[in-house]
């Protein structure tokens, strides 16, 4: 943990910088596309005067990104996470310098082009193949290479948003599927340099600030939940719509590298009809939450945000998932509250806090972000109301998290459901068979020959003394050596086996420690032998731990008063 926290201060520098580059990149794109000049300062697409240029600067966009995964990589392709996610679970958490250096290029050209994404699931991969990286320049475990890619992730997203808290909450919510010391200490680490780092590269003070919050009364609950419940709702049908979405693009007769040209044909439309729902869409954050939007903007970031962002996402180019989900879960909230005549930007953060717990399975991040977000602390409360409801709409009606979904659709079923491992809190003593069988060192080899060719139940058996104390352990392959080496049949069991190399396990071991025993040695049937009487009160065998998952389904579906 001390190395991988040692570790953690220069990812996490790493990650500030990348997300520095990658906002700098991306103003760089946006200024040549839609400006025609090259320049790394801020610029908003809905300043440009282009006209009916709009329908075409997101195909020629999203041809390079196209080109780019083709050539290049196609690990470019998508929206981060779910590739994150994959990474670590199923390619021992290495991520390549090719990488790390076309995802925060593609994605710049998609966001600077038009496209309807934001910067976090791009810097959540960049940051990730940053800490990759150093972990593979020190050949370091994959376990350990895992910590560092989140810690990573973790720093190129408090670098963009300057939320430190939802980044370790979304690492440990989404990526790092496990809760140790190991992990989470150096995550934080990381995160904490990064945000250090922050008012140098990108500024201080929470990225979208805003007035008015009500944040007390058993009304503001009550809405908050309700709220909470239609953007849940809302995230489902997002969810949904965009894998039906890029199941067409599978169907069609041309190359992947073409798709996300077709999906930026609707992004110009989209723009077209207002371009506020082209490019990352923060200043359209801000304007939710300052409740300064007109309604019909608001439905149209509602609407036209939602069907450029899900077409342009099914075709495969490069962008984020967070900043569109912020926006049209503020957006539908944000409608609600002009209805009801409630704060719409109050509303608009709640949404936001909602859609993000529901699409993302992320109820804790949801919650917190939307607050270290807008600076208010103090509607904790109603966030989580929002979140948590958002969340319980999602799991009861869809099965898999908008990031989960993906990776289900090649194979590989995930669970983001944390529980305690039942190998690490039952004992030995609790699944192991009392009182086996056993051989008397007495025994000769003769017999005990004579003994496996004909009653043997088990592949091994252990042999003890008069007294019952473990002197080693005789299996079906000592019979066949004895066998083939003609080894004399009156020698007594006790002259030849040995204790030395004997694994045994105390009856308060934890299974875990046995199953890893069995794993290092190599032997299935592990004798429990009593450590005040040194005497075998049982054998602990590999069908015993199945015992375990067991005992586990018992405790979920078994009721009684």
């Not at 009916?52 to 196209?66: D, K, Y």
């Not at 779910?82 to 290495?94: K, V």
């Not at 091994?460 to 008069?466: E, G, L």
């Amino acid at each position: 943990m001390l190395f991988l926290i040692a570790a953690s201060l220069f990812v996490g520098t790493g990650g500030a910088f990348g997300a520095w580059a990658l906002l700098k990149l991306i103003a760089i794109a946006t200024n040549i596309f839609w400006f025609g000049r090259f320049s790394a300062s801020p610029a908003l697409i809905t300043d440009s005067s282009i006209g009916f240029g709009v329908a075409i600067i997101p195909v020629i966009g999203s041809l390079i990104i196209g080109l780019m995964a083709r050539f290049g990589s196609d690990k470019i392709r998508g929206h981060g996470i779910p590739e994150a996610i994959e990474a670590i679970l199923y390619g021992e958490s290495r991520l390549s310098p090719k990488v790390a250096f076309l995802k925060p290029l593609s994605s710049a050209i998609s966001i600077g082009s038009g496209g309807p994404f934001g910067a976090e699931g791009p810097i959540i991969m960049t940051g990730g193949a940053i800490g990759s990286l150093f972990a593979q320049c020190f050949h370091l475990s994959a376990a350990e290479r895992k910590t560092l890619l989140v810690a990573g992730a973790a720093a190129g997203m408090t670098a963009i948003f300057g939320t430190p808290v939802a980044a370790i909450l979304l690492a440990v919510e989404v990526l790092l599927f496990e809760w140790k010391p190991r992990s989470f200490v150096p995550v934080v680490v990381a995160a904490l340099v990064s945000l250090a780092w922050r008012p140098l590269l990108v500024g201080s003070g929470p990225l979208f600030p805003f007035h008015g919050v009500p944040v007390t009364g058993w009304l503001v609950m009550v809405g908050a939940a309700g709220i909470g419940l239609l953007v849940g709702l809302e995230a489902v049908l997002l969810s949904t719509l965009l894998y039906r979405i890029e199941d067409q693009f599978h169907r069609l007769p041309i190359h992947w590298m073409w798709w996300p040209a077709l999906g930026a044909i609707v992004v110009g439309v989209g723009g077209l009809i207002d371009a506020h729902v082209l490019g990352a869409g923060y200043q359209s954050i801000q304007d939710l939450l300052n409740g300064s939007l007109a309604t019909r903007v608001v439905f149209a970031l509602f609407v036209v945000k939602a069907v450029v962002w899900l077409v342009a996402l099914g075709s495969g180019t490069s962008g984020g998932v967070l900043a569109p989900l912020l926006i049209l879960g503020g957006a539908c909230a944000s409608l609600v509250g002009l209805a009801v005549g409630a704060n719409p930007g109050f509303c608009a953060m709640l949404g936001m806090a909602g859609i993000l717990s529901g699409a993302m399975r992320a109820p804790l991040t949801g919650a917190v972000f939307a607050a270290e977000l807008t600076g208010h602390f103090d509607s904790l409360p109603a966030a989580f109301a929002a979140s948590v409801c958002a969340y319980a709409v999602s799991v009861l009606i869809m099965r898999r998290s908008i990031l989960t979904e993906k990776i289900s659709r090649r194979g590989r079923h995930i669970l983001q459901e944390y529980s305690v491992d039942p190998f690490d809190f039952l004992q030995a003593g609790q699944i192991m068979t009392a009182k086996p069988e056993m051989l008397s060192g007495s025994t000769t080899i003769g017999e005990t020959i004579a003994f496996f060719g004909s009653t043997a139940k088990h592949r091994s058996y252990p042999v003890t003394n008069d007294d019952g104390r473990l002197l080693g352990l005789v299996s079906r392959s000592d019979v066949l050596r004895w066998q083939v080496e003609n080894a004399p049949r009156d020698s007594a069991l006790s002259d030849v086996v040995s204790d030395a190399s004997q694994p045994f396990a105390a009856p308060q071991a934890p299974v875990g420690v046995v199953a890893d025993l069995m794993v290092e040695t190599g032997v299935g049937r592990i004798p429990i032998v009593d450590p005040s009487t040194s005497r075998v009160i049982g054998i602990l065998s590999r069908h015993d731990l199945l015992k375990a998952r067991r005992i586990g389904v018992e405790a979920e579906r078994a009721r009684s008063r």
